[in-house]
């Protein structure tokens, strides 16, 4: 089987800068605008596709650390083997392997070709869905019993634009944490009890995203807080803990005492009784509460360790 599909790797990698990391550690979004995860590579892989030792992400990662653009292979146990040939912005695909193995090859093709694509739009959300467009069966050859099929799958990508007044959605407040996120669409997340609450990120990506190494209790309130912009927990939902994301639409410092916290004019924003800094640790983080205020920054995730602390603030 031979996957085509328009997508050069090799380009999206070097125009969003991301260096000499391998692929599998980049961070994508899956999902809806009110029901996403973000996750690795490496990570979506072993939830949706479990067991498997991923030879495609192999196949890619060999692929980038090429310095030229000729046929890249990999050879499998069996005699079977993927390779992959770039022909300027197309990519072809070859599988040689039984037909279960070819299907999950070409589910992976989609996801990636949605994932690692650049987006349409200089700012604002783009939803990328994977379709196959035909399915060419050339021939069949062998002998003594072994039946040897030649085909070709064309995999095409649709997009469309999430309209901005959507931001204002519950469930979508995610979306002003990044300047142009794309969104792949058609894919599974992990289950969540209550489903249309936003983005479940890692809470250590949460807290570069703000700009933010510690999570403070703040006179009973949860929060991550960088300079011009804040997260802080809302809800509950069974084992999720809900953020709220806020933002200094000015690029201004915003305070611990930011009046939409606790003013006159504030949303009823606070954190349920109940909830211990130690519970962080356990539990999926989800965020997705509307804010009428946006934040358009794209970011490189790096590792780090939340410190966690009390505070209290002196009003």
């Known amino acids: 089987m031979t996957f085509s599909l328009e997508w050069d790797l ?4 070097i125009d969003q800068e991301y ?18 995860q973000a996750t690795t590579v490496q990570q979506y892989f072993d939830q949706t596709w479990p067991g498997l030792h991923h030879p495609l992400i192999s196949l890619l990662n060999k692929f980038l650390s090429c310095t030229q653009f000729p046929p890249c292979d990999l050879e499998l146990s069996g005699g079977s083997s993927l390779t992959i ?17 070819v299907a999950e090859i070409g589910e992976q093709l989609g996801w990636l070709g949605s994932a690692l694509r650049p987006s349409e739009l200089p700012e ?38 999430i309209n901005d007044s959507n931001h204002l959605l519950s469930g979508f407040c995610w979306a002003n944490m990044f300047r142009n996120p794309m969104i792949v669409g058609g894919y599974p997340i992990r289950h969540r009890h209550q489903g249309d ?27 991550l807080k960088g300079f011009c912009s804040l997260l802080i927990v809302t809800a509950i939902d069974a084992d999720a803990v809900i953020w709220h994301f806020l933002f200094s639409a000015d690029g201004e410092r915003i305070s611990y005492c930011d009046t939409r916290l606790g003013g006159p004019e504030a949303m009823r924003i606070a954190t349920p009784k109940g909830l211990e800094l130690k519970d962080l640790e356990t539990r999926q983080h989800v965020v997705g509460w509307c804010s009428h205020d946006i934040l358009k920054r794209g970011f490189t995730y790096n590792a780090l360790s939340c410190l966690i602390r009390d505070r209290q603030v002196v009003y």
Do not use: W
């Open 197 to 223: 609450t936003g983005l479940e990120i890692p809470l250590e990506v949460m807290a570069e995203l703000v700009q933010s190494n510690q999570v403070f209790n703040i006179d009973g309130n949860i929060m």
């Open 10 to 13: 090799k380009k999206f990698v």
């Open 19 to 36: 260096g000499p990391i391998i692929l599998d550690h980049i961070f994508c979004v899956t999902g809806t605008r009110q029901r996403a």
């Open 124 to 161: 604002g959300v783009i939803i990328c869905v994977p379709r196959v467009l035909f399915v060419d069966i050339h021939g069949q050859s062998g002998r003594k019993g072994n039946i040897t099929t030649q085909a070709t799958c064309r995999i095409a990508f649709f997009m469309g634009k």
């Open 85 to 101: 040939r770039q022909y300027r912005s197309h990519c072809y695909i070859d599988v040689t392997e039984p037909f279960g193995f």
